[in-house]
């Protein structure tokens, strides 16, 4: 290697993609000054600061040279401080601080900090799992990032209090004082983390078949009904009757957790379910994602392979809604921004819950409701039809009575729940999807036997404009959900007609 040239390596993220970066160093005998390129965004670029008083705070004198640090490939736009230990590593490379040969092939990921310690940075998960897959095994974080570096299997993890630390690791003759590390900020509060138990919902035994049904197939539910009937309380207990995440899903979730901060690595892997409950007045960026340069995961993200809950659904804004039918239809949400394109996957249950109008007392007959009828027509039509076209359940609740009795608890519910996942997985073994809701209608069609007289209702349905084609699909794959779940091996008619009331019950 020439003299004057160090490098190293790090990580970008491009959503929870991963690119293993060479972070390359250039000392000349000019002018002192640094200079950064390589499409780095506005906080990437301020890590020069950072750096340059790192090194000193560390006790090296920073290198009296035009020093250049590139991040190659020069193309792929890079955020964010998880830079600041390779570019100072690269740098004191190429003066010769440590040794070059030692630096090469480590991967080094941490934010400095001006007096020399290192702080944790998001997206730990991803980035290490991307420098595995690259056959990049050594790696380099700050100590308050170790737990979660050390999740990904195959990666020899090292966790570093300071920059001192490191530098003496690759053969510098430096003083390493003992520090306070620095741990990662409490994470945000992660949905689904308390699971609640259906037996504290009274009555609604209409709304709790929905729910179980919604929670066997993955199928997308409506809530209608008058304050206090519990719809927040059903639909906050739905991730308690859902099977655990597979491994794979488990690793996929953390890994958008850990961009989004909301990860706590001293849990583990997210095995179960998360949690999103946005309150109506956020924004379209929060629930889809966004932010300057490289946009992260928004609520639809993070509630990847669980539930999504949008509570008083009529008062969000149109905009939010309708970002909803990418993912709802696709599984994941694509994010355009000026400094490139995030993939996010958002596979996740839509729950919305509504009341029946403004004032939330038409009931019954509407006699307390002191809504005219072109309120309530304007306050439900803020759920577009394509929206409610991809909602498989519809149910109205009604005011419970002091008479009424608590139901099952999750875990006898969430038995037969599992019962019908399982039915699912055989069905669909070798196939590209795992749930009824996933599976195309034309493959449900084709398995339901000779009779075809089991959908003619359907078909009735669509020819009076009841239902579109669409509709007349998800009918039919909650049918074969209510079979699953009632043990049988392909639905008959009673099923379909089942179906079709859970569609449209909530409708009127």
């Not at 008062?315 to 995030?342: N, Y």
């Not at 072109?374 to 359940?393: A, I």
Request: proline letters at 7%.
């Amino acid at each position: 290697m020439s003299a004057g040239l160090g490098s190293t390596l790090a990580v970008a993220l491009v959503g929870l993609r991963g690119h293993v970066v060479d972070v390359e160093a250039h000392l000349a005998a000019a002018l002192p000054a640094f200079t950064l390129v390589g499409l780095p965004d506005a906080a990437l670029a301020e890590s020069r600061d950072r750096v340059r008083a790192a090194v000193a705070s560390s006790g090296l004198t920073w290198p009296n040279r035009r020093v250049t640090v590139n991040l190659s490939p020069a193309t792929l736009p890079k955020s964010g401080s998880s830079f600041d230990l390779a570019i100072a590593i690269a740098a004191l490379a190429g003066a010769r601080t440590v040794d070059p040969e030692r630096t090469r092939d480590v991967v080094h990921l941490g934010e400095l900090g001006l007096d020399g310690r290192l702080r944790p940075v998001r997206g730990v998960l991803p980035a290490v799992a991307a420098a595995v897959a690259a056959g990049r095994t050594r790696i380099v974080v700050p100590v308050g990032n170790v737990e979660e570096a050390t999740l990904v299997p195959g990666a020899d993890v090292r966790g570093a209090h300071s920059l001192a630390q490191v530098l003496a690791w690759h053969g510098a003759e430096i003083e390493v004082a003992d520090v306070e590390p620095v741990r990662d900020d409490e994470p945000e509060t992660r949905g689904g983390t308390r699971l609640l138990d259906l037996a504290d919902v009274v009555g609604q035994p209409e709304a709790r078949w929905c729910l179980e049904v919604a929670a066997a197939g993955g199928h997308h539910l409506l809530m209608v009904g008058a304050p206090g009937t519990g719809k927040t309380m059903l639909a906050a207990r739905l991730p308690g009757i859902l099977p655990d995440l597979s491994e794979a899903d488990a690793v996929e979730v953390t890994a958008i957790h850990s961009v989004a901060g909301t990860f706590d690595p001293g849990e583990g892997l997210v095995r179960r379910p998360p949690f999103e409950d946005p309150h109506h007045t956020a924004t379209p960026q929060s629930v889809i994602g966004g932010g300057s340069g490289v946009p992260r995961p928004g609520a639809a993200s993070r509630a990847h392979r669980g539930v999504l809950f949008l509570d008083e659904a009529p008062e969000f804004t149109t905009a939010v809604l309708q970002t909803l039918r990418q993912p709802l239809e696709h599984g994941e949400l694509v994010l355009h921004r000026a400094m490139g394109t995030a993939r996010y996957p958002a596979c996740f249950q839509l729950v919305l819950a509504a009341n029946p109008c403004p004032c939330g007392r038409a009931v019954g007959k509407g006699l307390d409701c002191s809504c005219r009828p072109e309120q309530r027509r304007r306050y439900f039509g803020r759920l577009s039809g394509p929206l409610l076209d991809r909602v498989d359940l519809q149910v109205e609740l009604q005011p419970s009575r002091a008479s009424d009795r608590s139901g099952e608890s999750s875990a006898v519910v969430a038995r037969r729940v599992a019962g019908a996942r399982a039915a699912q997985a055989e069905r669909f073994a070798g196939l590209p999807w795992r749930t009824c809701a996933q599976a195309p209608a034309a493959w449900l069609r084709e398995r339901l036997g000779p009779d075809r007289s089991l959908v003619s209702s359907l078909a009735v349905q669509v020819d009076r404009g009841a239902l579109s084609l669409r509709g007349a699909d998800r009918v039919l794959r909650v049918a074969w959900t209510v079979a699953d779940l009632a043990g049988r091996t392909a639905p008959g008619r009673d099923d379909v007609a089942t179906a079709l009331a859970l569609r449209t019950m909530g409708a009127s």
